[in-house]
């Protein structure tokens, strides 16, 4: 395999909003991280993705754009933007913006245009059809924040497209000239010195609406290729692409470097699997040994063709602590533990903001201290038809995207330090115990483990690309696994349950001299016939 500059590199993402306030107006901003960009390098962090901090109406904090060549005014100005590339790149940084082509804002000047004169050219940049000879929508398609995906519009009499909010319609892509456009603009982005795009929902670009088709459409990988051999192709760039509905064999078509589309793609195949029949808003408990399963055939099936990312939580998912781990009792040592396991995997690693700190889920009492569109409009469509009040609280408590929205937990003076102002949103409570000037003081604190694991993957290749190999793959609270190459041999243990567990490792490890490389709990000098696994016990060993 070709070696790339992003194989060994661990990103971070910001969530602009949340991050750093610098001017006290209650909302993160460029200026805000440009100071935090020495925390970033002391993490030892290659990238960092920002979420988008184009212009916007913030109807989905930014990821309905109006105007993808400008700053929103609440994060800063195109100074700041290029004062941040030139800061960051000092420090080693890139920075890879988050393209969001499958929709703009309503206020985008092609859809105002497209909206006032259905004569312009920009028309055909949306999706239009004319209603049903009742009246109804062209289709029952329905949008993924919840209703249709059909926005009736009173003065053309007809319906325009939407996946997301009636906000966000969506581009068309069958339109040459919106390749041009946004072609045009990532070029213009890629002068400036970034390093890469991550394409949000990007498999959904291949959409043929009158066939009922929204995701893998048979125009997509053409699309990517042709966008590819226009903008990116011939530069050394990271680009990351949101698919929810990718299976292995997708994930191949767009990140098989022979392929000339994408360097790796987010895949969700693990994180639905506490979805009940892929619904967030019934959540179910984890089952480890299928999480195993999926998590092991995405490496093995991208074994020498494609790239995987690694992510456990993002800006639109809850805290990987509260997930997956404990946020009480064990909070540190499980944070550490899932560390541990994901940076060990075959890929690239993301890490989003606090997870580095072990920051928790944050449970609101009243839905007013709300502020994430997809959480409100289900929450009214849920209890609509029927789920009652006190079921949507808790699964929102579970899975909403605010978990991740609430702000940075910088110290644990007032708001965090994260603004002087009022806060967006409100602060999760807990953050005079879990803050970034507390833990950089801890030198046994999960940030450190994180440096750890960055540093461990720059000094061995085999992490980078050694085979993996799962291990007790029927266990149903141990996930184990080897990585090996021709010069090295890792073996990493995970307890994912609050309790001891007894553990008989295979023969062929047994009595073998190690050297421990992390852990959480005791290192190791040999790898014993029978281990005593403590709660959330986490260990990686060199043989
Ligand atoms: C995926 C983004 O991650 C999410 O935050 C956003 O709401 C949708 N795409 C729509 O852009």
């Known amino acids: ?79 700041d933007m290029r004062a941040l590339l030139d800061q960051a790149k000092q420090r080693g940084i890139r920075i890879v913006m988050d393209l969001v082509v499958n929709h703009t804002s309503d206020e985008h000047p092609w859809f105002v245009e497209a909206k006032a004169n259905p004569d312009s050219d920009y028309r055909d940049f949306y999706i239009w059809r004319d209603a049903n000879p009742d009246g109804s929508a062209p289709s029952d ?49 890629i002068d400036q010195g970034i390093g890469g795009f991550r394409l949000d929902v990007i498999d959904l670009i291949g959409k043929e609406v009158d066939k009922g088709i929204t995701g893998n459409g048979e125009r997509l990988h053409p699309l990517l290729k042709q966008m590819n051999q ?42 639905t699997l506490t979805w009940q029949d892929g619904d967030k808003w019934q959540p179910k408990p984890l089952d480890l040994v299928e999480f195993k399963q999926v998590l092991t055939k995405w490496q093995v099936e991208l074994k020498n063709e494609g790239w995987n990312s690694l992510f456990w939580n993002n800006h639109d998912l809850p805290r990987v602590v509260s997930k997956y781990g404990c946020e009480n009792e064990y909070r540190v040592k499980s944070a550490k533990m899932l560390a541990t396991t994901l940076h060990f995997m075959k890929g690239t690693p993301y890490i989003y903001q606090g997870e580095e700190i072990g920051m928790t889920n944050v449970a609101f009492d009243s839905l007013e201290q709300y502020k994430d569109i997809e959480t409100l ?29 609430t702000p940075m937990h910088w110290n644990s003076d007032n708001h965090a330090g994260f603004t002087t102002g009022t806060p967006w949103i409100e602060l999760n409570p807990n953050y005079p115990e879990i803050n970034v000037a507390d ?20 000094s061995h290749p085999v992490i980078v690309y050694g085979d993996f190999i799962p291990l007790l793959e029927n266990d149903p609270q141990v996930f184990a696994y080897e990585r ?20 008989n490792l295979p023969a062929h490890l047994v009595e073998q001299e190690c050297e421990t490389l992390i852990s959480n709990h005791q290192h190791l000098n040999r790898l014993p016939a029978r281990y005593s696994l403590t709660p959330y016990e986490s260990i990686a060993v060199k043989l």
């Open 1 to 79: 395999m070709e070696q790339r500059w992003w194989h060994n590199s661990v990103v971070y993402q910001i969530y602009p909003r949340s991050f750093c306030d610098s001017n006290g107006d209650g909302i993160g901003d460029l200026q805000g991280i440009i100071s935090k960009l020495d925390y970033l390098e002391q993490l030892g962090v290659d990238v960092v993705w920002l979420s988008p901090v184009y212009q916007s109406p913030m109807d989905d904090n930014g990821y309905d754009i109006s105007d993808y060549q400008a700053i929103a005014p609440e994060f800063g100005t195109m100074d």
């Open 439 to 458: 833990a950089l003081e801890d030198k046994a604190s999960i940030f450190y483990h994180y440096k750890q694991l960055i540093a461990l993957r720059k």
């Open 484 to 503: 090996k190459d021709s010069h090295q041999h890792i073996v990493v243990i995970n307890n994912f349950s609050n309790q001891t567990v007894e553990l």
């Open 230 to 271: 226009a903008t990116f192709g011939d530069k050394d760039l990271l680009t990351v692409g949101e698919t929810w509905g990718a299976t292995p064999e997708i994930a191949k078509l767009y990140s098989n470097p022979e392929r000339n589309e994408l360097s790796m793609v987010f895949q969700f195949e693990h994180i």
């Open 377 to 405: 409009n289900f929450y009214k469509v849920k209890t609509e038809s029927g789920v009652s009040h006190e079921h949507m609280m808790q699964a929102i408590h579970e899975n909403g995207r605010d978990n991740a929205r």
């Open 141 to 189: 398609i329905g949008s993924i924040f919840g209703g249709s995906a059909w926005q009736w519009d009173e003065e053309n009499q007809q319906y325009y497209f939407h996946l997301f909010s009636k906000r966000q319609p969506d581009l068309n892509w069958e339109n040459p000239a919106v390749h041009n456009k946004v072609f045009d603009m990532m070029n213009w982005w």
